[in-house]
């Protein structure tokens, strides 16, 4: 019997494969099931020097035409079904071995950095029976493409023996009208209406998580993955490298790597060779990155704070600024001033007039970032958390 079973969804991001291969097997006890899947035409060859148990493809889907330029059509919903096909694949697979009671599922930029904090979130599951554990805003969150809530496809577990009986991975990736309903708002659903609230473990949100340099990462609507994030209680990290300028998204997973002890097998140690950056060095670099990109924005008279973190859109802003003649850089002052301030207007209207006449009325269930158990207990004198053996919001468990 395995420890812990490893599903991980992944397209062209080999070397992070290998790095978590590393992980796993050089530098953390135990033994694991690792189940990779990709949709990339290479994959074989590319992890031919990687030690995992199974390499699995996505279905034969139709992504390759050309992008929908339809309105009703997210632009994101190609991506959307690759993701979707490829988790329920890797999952399933996991289940379907039989070698480990859980499955964590991964993408391959994210990485958990402590083994005895993870096995204590599935010693958690098992003792409270819980089926399905995730991390995100939770049940009380609407969005356009998580209407009933949602929650991060990375990081989350299953109980292997529930999803084996109940064909819990059984679907269709159009099941869950991709054209509308993200992998967040996909796990939602599932967790509603597969697992339900009593089984569904939500452990934590993106509240608790930092950045390099320990500021708390921005919440929705801006994007709480990207470039980074790191849960300290957990231990898990997530850098997507290229949202950083340069070099500088793989020196930080470098860091990491190093700091947690993740310093063992032939992947790991090029890696640090090549990439380890000592501490100072590596964060007075990301601190000018920054601070270039904000000193580029005020210098015009706008705000970087729209964008957060988003260093690669910010980047991108910038470069197209610069390669405009003198006229053509006027006309993208001017649209970038008037489209601040519609959404400075915007937000400001919301919050002053539409919250509690438009918005509250016309989705109900918008609740975060308030707690849905409070909610209920206000509303609902019979579902009071007391007479409750579960919360809505997730619990803290011993």
Known sequence: MKDLAIAISVYDKFQDVKLLSDLFRKNWPGSYDLVVCSSHPQAASRLADCDIDELLSTENLPMDGPGSSDPRVSPRARLWVRVIDSIRKACGRCADRAEAPFTLHLHADACPLSWPKLRRLAERMQRHGKWFAARGEGFGFYAVNEPVGGFDDMFFVVDNAFARDTGFWDFDPFDFLPHKISIHGVLAILGLTRVGIRRFYHYGSHTRAVYWDGKPVVLYPLNSAHPMYFDPENCFLH?????????????????????HEVTRGQHVEEFLAKWQTPEPELFGALAASEAGLRRFFLRRGLSPAVYGRNFDQMAALQAAYLGLPAAGKGRWLGRMHAQQAKGLVSTLVRRRFMRGRIFRDRYLDTVWPDRLDDLYESAFASTAREVRDFSLDGAEFP
């Open 239 to 259: 850098i997507h490298e290229s949202g950083f300028r340069g070099d500088l998204g793989v020196r930080l997973k470098a860091h990491y790597l190093a700091r």
